[in-house]
């Protein structure tokens, strides 16, 4: 059987990609099971050129598609991070993800968590205490203060209690 954490060793996210869009063309062309209907309800002619998923491949694209979201996750913290090292508040971090600045803020600093414990358990994946106390510096240092004039949404556990307007430490 294939899991997550099996192919995360077989397959980059373009692999993986490439893979789960094979299986997902040939799932979606097969025929339909015995249970399904068309649109108008009846049953829709197989595409006789297409061969239907075995009970292993249809596991692999469920895996497979647990996988690119686990790496694409994990890219898109790289992603802030980089934003971050380039100068950019967390206000324009969460419009680019599509989510308030403190959800941006807060996913990030989840995920230097996570990096740090995967070094505890493993001893050699993930990252020691001086980096992350390097990416925490990094997301905690101060915005470039150009569109962070809303700060209501700063929790007093991040932060913000007693801060002065011009204080862009955090979110």
């Not at 060793?9 to 869009?21: G, Q």
């Not at 680019?96 to 403190?102: V, Y």
């Not at 989840?110 to 994946?125: A, N, P, V």
């Not at 990252?127 to 809303?150: H, I, K, N, Y």
Request: hydrophobic content about 35%; proline content about 4%; glycine content about 10%.
């Amino acid at each position: 059987m294939s899991t997550p954490d099996e192919l995360e060793n077989r397959f980059t996210l373009r692999t993986a990609v490439a893979r789960y869009d094979e299986l997902r063309t040939r799932e979606s062309l097969s025929a339909p099971g015995e249970d399904e209907e068309g649109a108008d309800g009846a049953t829709p002619a197989p595409d006789v050129d297409s061969d239907a998923l075995s009970r292993e491949e249809t596991l692999e694209l469920l895996a497979l598609g647990e996988l690119i979201a686990r790496k694409a996750a994990y890219g898109r913290q790289l992603s802030v991070r980089s934003a971050r090292s380039a100068g950019a508040s967390w206000s324009r971090i969460g419009a680019a993800l599509g989510t308030s600045k403190q959800a941006a803020w807060e996913a990030h600093h989840r995920w230097i968590d996570e990096q740090g414990g995967q070094r505890m358990r493993t001893g050699s994946i993930g990252w020691d205490d001086t980096e992350v106390a390097a990416a925490r510096a990094l997301a905690d240092g101060p915005d470039d203060g150009g569109d962070d004039s809303d700060r209501t949404d700063v929790p007093a556990d991040a932060g913000g209690a007693g801060r002065d307007d011009d204080d862009r430490d955090r979110p």
